[in-house]
């Protein structure tokens, strides 16, 4: 268990860290430039979430910090070294969750322990304890194509709190779920945040979902894609419903809102 402390400061040597990158999708449509300038350091423990219309370049900033994507110029550093897929240590949950449909809620969160040929029994154990931390006990030997959308998005959490990853990347985790179900899911993510103290970069087009989890909160406009600004998110943890009720979450949320707006490309809320 780490013991990275989620107000993190700016003396810890970032676990992420972003400089001057810029880049561009070559097309046979013409050129998108997607990201423009991106400077962000992100320390360890800490919550860093990236918000912004359709199109700002969230899931490329995300895919970039994940190895998945290449750039043009700039330095990008994931504890201190370029960028590479399949880092044990970098774990990243996407919107739509990969199941399969014909295996258990259980086999399913053990599925990338056996690919990788960990131990499987320890993994089990462990799975089962992290199916209840995120409310699916009752469904541990449910098969894929039985579960809600919801309860998949939860098996994939599980997934990911098994492997247990010092960086958590997570594009829009929660996309698929009504209202209701994505507040709790929500909720539930930032008080397991807490208690991980993992660090998280999270991308978001919901202003009121990044405020409640962030420690920081990155704004970004579109075409090109660049940073606004950085806001600091100093509400008290642990986070609850009632967060989003006080002033000061509320008015943090006002504040981003304006600066995107005043952007004018829409944000889809
Ligand atoms: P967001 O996640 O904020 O919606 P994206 O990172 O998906 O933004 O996209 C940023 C910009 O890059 C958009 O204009 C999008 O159309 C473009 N883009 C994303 N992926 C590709 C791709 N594979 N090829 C060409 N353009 C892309």
Not at 88 to 99: E, F, T, Y
Not at 128 to 150: A, P
């Amino acid at each position: 268990m780490h013991t990275a402390h989620s107000q993190a400061t700016s003396t810890a040597l970032p676990v992420v860290s972003i400089s001057e990158l810029n880049k561009s999708y070559f097309t046979r449509r013409g050129d998108v430039e997607a990201l423009r300038s991106i400077e962000i350091s992100i320390h360890p423990g800490e919550f860093v979430s990236f918000v912004g219309p359709s199109g700002c370049g969230k899931s490329t900033l995300l895919k970039i910090i994940a190895g998945l994507e290449d750039y043009q110029s700039g330095k990008v550093e994931v504890f201190g070294d370029p960028p590479k897929p399949g880092r044990r240590d970098v774990g990243i949950m996407l919107q739509s969750p990969v199941l399969l449909p014909w295996r258990t809620v259980l086999s399913n969160v053990v599925l990338p322990v056996e690919i990788m040929r960990g131990d499987l029994r320890a993994a089990k154990e462990r799975a089962r304890e992290i199916i209840d931390l995120v409310g699916l006990s009752k469904f541990t030997d449910k098969y894929g194509w039985e579960l809600s959308g919801g309860m998949q998005q939860r098996v994939s959490l599980a997934r990911l709190l098994l492997l247990d990853p010092d960086i958590m990347l997570l594009d829009e985790p929660f996309s698929a779920l009504d209202e209701f179900n994505r507040e709790k899911l929500t909720l539930e993510l930032s008080s397991l945040h807490t208690r991980f103290q993992r660090t998280a970069v999270y991308v978001t087009h919901s202003i009121a979902e990044a405020v409640l989890l962030s420690d920081r909160v990155v704004v970004l406009k579109p075409h090109p894609g660049e940073v606004l600004e950085v806001v600091a998110i100093d509400l008290p943890r642990p986070r609850t419903a009632e967060t989003l009720q006080s002033v000061e979450a509320f008015e943090l949320v006002r504040r981003i809102r304006a600066m995107l707006f005043s952007h004018d490309e829409g944000i889809a809320q």
